[in-house]
């Protein structure tokens, strides 16, 4: 599976095998092409085109117990892919976009803090204060292929357009806006005609249904049904001699509300904390000048087995971001906090919104880890 599963919940990314950032490097090879990516042991079937579909929140383990929602993605089934840590959607979807590790492009997490402020950046809803090109300076995968001569399109929904989180993974690339699925779907038909080209389509509701609603909900299964649908339309309206590939950026667990610890009700997990950030599954803590380790000491006393507590050293050292660029290792909290099984770390004053949600991701856990490399 090119990834270490560290004990019978936490699976660790091997970059440069089958992650999110081996994905276009991948196409590339397939396309005949040479840009200069990375090798990796992702290997995919010759083809003119490819189109790769990005299903928010389909995880792999999810699809695998869901053989009766979604039989077309299901019989599709192979070996899993992985997620980059935090496994969650600002750094997948950049990590595929760049064909970067998280270390190297900078988005490390749904909220991380801003260099030399008091300030975190959400990399979802973005902060008009922070230039996108200076946070992620790397060329996009993308751009990469466009400047080798090959047809390089984005279909999404028309508010993601020159978004920050957009600029940061996929510039260079021409968007095509589709708010609705038929939209979206003759976008991608129309793009895969020109030979070679890479098309990229993403479709979040999968995502949205799980966060507010629970992966173990009929709303969600019904929501998987219909995506098995388009994806099952869109192979159907696409020209045999182009290759599709759908993927996900991250799996999802329930968690419910005896399942969580909430700092503003555990006064002394704030103690020695300045800032408060990433998501409740993978929290970045910055601390006060001095404290680390005594944050470490606090936080692992109080939550014991429900979450691994490391330092940014300790973290980096198992490899979790890849290799971490010098600007970006200010951006990784001075103590990282890695949920175990369903549990989370909310905050009502900080994210109240976060803790109305039911499914929630961004640490290492299989379900949350592992995606489907789908290919057909």
């Not at 950032?21 to 990375?38: K, N």
């Not at 279909?155 to 260079?172: A, H, N, Q």
């Not at 968007?175 to 939209?183: A, I, K, L, P, Y």
């Amino acid at each position: 599976m090119n990834a270490r599963e560290t004990d019978e919940t936490f699976v660790e990314p091997e970059y440069g095998g089958r992650t999110l950032g081996d994905v276009l490097p991948a196409v590339a090879t397939a396309l005949g092409i040479d840009v200069g990516f990375h090798a990796t042991t992702l290997e995919l079937p010759p083809a003119r085109s490819y189109v790769v579909f990005l299903v928010d929140g389909l995880g792999h383990r999810l699809l695998a117990a869901h053989a009766d929602h979604a039989p077309f993605l299901h019989a599709l089934l192979g070996t899993p892919g992985v997620a980059g840590v935090p496994s969650t959607t600002a750094t997948s979807i950049t990590s595929l976009g760049t064909a970067l590790t998280p270390g190297q492009h900078g988005l490390v997490g749904y909220t991380s803090r801003i260099p030399g402020t008091d300030r975190l950046l959400n990399a979802l809803m973005w902060d008009k204060q922070v230039d996108p090109l200076e946070w992620q300076p790397h060329d996009s995968g993308f751009a990469r292929l466009r400047a080798a001569g090959v047809a390089a399109t984005v279909v999404s929904k028309r508010e993601f357009v020159d978004t920050g989180l957009t600029l940061c993974g996929f510039r260079g690339s021409e968007f095509v806006g589709g708010d609705r699925v038929g939209e979206r779907i003759a976008g991608v038909v129309a793009a895969s005609v020109d030979a070679p080209s890479v098309t990229y389509v993403y479709d979040g509701d999968l995502d949205w249904t799980g966060h507010r609603y629970g992966v173990d909900s009929p709303q969600w299964r019904a929501q998987l049904a219909a995506i098995d649908a388009s994806v099952e339309q869109l192979r159907e309206a696409l020209d045999p001699g182009v290759r599709l590939v759908v993927l996900a950026d991250h799996g999802m667990v329930d968690s419910v509300r005896d399942d969580r610890t909430d700092v503003d009700e555990v006064l002394e997990l704030r103690n020695g904390v300045r800032l408060f950030g990433g998501e409740a599954r993978f929290r970045h803590l910055y601390c006060t000048s001095g404290a680390v380790d005594d944050v470490m000491a606090t936080w692992r006393e109080h939550l014991g087995d429900k979450a691994d507590v490391l330092s940014r050293d300790e973290a980096i050292a198992r490899g979790w971001f890849g290799t971490v660029a010098p600007q970006v290792r200010p951006r990784l909290g001075d103590v990282v906090v890695a949920a175990r099984g369903v549990h989370a770390i909310v905050s009502t004053t900080d994210f109240p919104y976060e803790n109305k949600l039911v499914g929630l991701h961004g640490s290492l856990t299989a379900v949350e880890m592992e995606i489907p490399i789908l290919v057909c």
